[in-house]
């Protein structure tokens, strides 16, 4: 393998899902704007809107996830065409 291709600043981050505010801690190098208190340790805060806990593939649930009026959108403009 090559020397020097990967990162060296790895370091443990908080991943929220503000779907359902499940977070987990991994390593990774994104820089985040946020931080968090998880048991006494200040760690880099990122917030996403979909996790493995919150996605319907995952949960065998499934739950509509309209954040910008999508589906009133294609709606509007799909949904009410007539089959010729």
Do not use: C
């Not at 994104?30 to 931080?35: G, K, L, S, Y």
């Not at 009026?69 to 949904?79: A, E, I, L, W």
């Amino acid at each position: 393998m090559k020397q020097g291709l990967h990162p060296d600043n790895y370091r443990p981050v908080v991943f929220k899902d503000m779907s359902n505010d499940d977070t987990f801690i991994t390593r990774s190098t994104i820089n985040a704007r946020e931080t968090i208190e998880i048991d006494g340790v200040n760690y880099p805060l990122v917030k996403i809107e979909i996790s493995s806990t919150s996605h319907p593939f995952y949960t065998g649930k499934q739950k509509l996830v309209d954040t910008a009026g999508r589906v009133d959108k294609f709606m509007s403009r799909y949904g009410n065409r007539v089959k010729k």
